[in-house]
């Protein structure tokens, strides 16, 4: 089991910058892929970056340019550094790890509880 602990969200102006961070702990064997999503009231969950164990991301298309997603692989610790936010930015941001589990000898996904960015002036 991992747990996933999420930090950094809060309200920023328009033009403004935050950075989240997720830790993940418990039982961990290894991570393939970290990553950051969001949602907004009503709608599906989107992918906003994510990053692999070798460190190759892929990043949403209306973030890239001004999101920048980093992991430290030795604190099992992903890291999304947002700059120039935008008022449809506003979202609440989840972590999300796909770990792999050896002792079932599968993968599986785990969410963090969830962070609100709120961009508003």
């Known amino acids: 089991q991992v747990q996933l602990v999420e930090s950094g969200g809060g309200l920023v102006q328009p033009g403004g910058s935050l950075r989240l961070s997720c830790t993940a702990s418990g039982v961990i064997f290894s991570i393939n892929v970290m990553g950051w999503y969001r949602q907004t009231p009503g709608k599906q969950r989107e992918l906003v970056a994510k990053?692999?164990?070798?460190?190759?991301?892929n990043v949403a298309d209306s973030v890239k340019g001004r999101f920048t997603i980093s992991r430290d692989n030795a604190k099992n610790t992903v890291t999304l550094q947002m700059n120039s936010l935008k008022p449809e930015d506003t979202a609440a941001y989840y972590c999300n790890a796909n770990a792999y589990d050896g002792r079932w000898a599968r993968n599986y996904d785990y969410w963090g509880q969830g962070t609100q960015v709120t961009v508003s002036s």
């Open positions: 990053i692999s164990n070798t460190g190759n991301t």
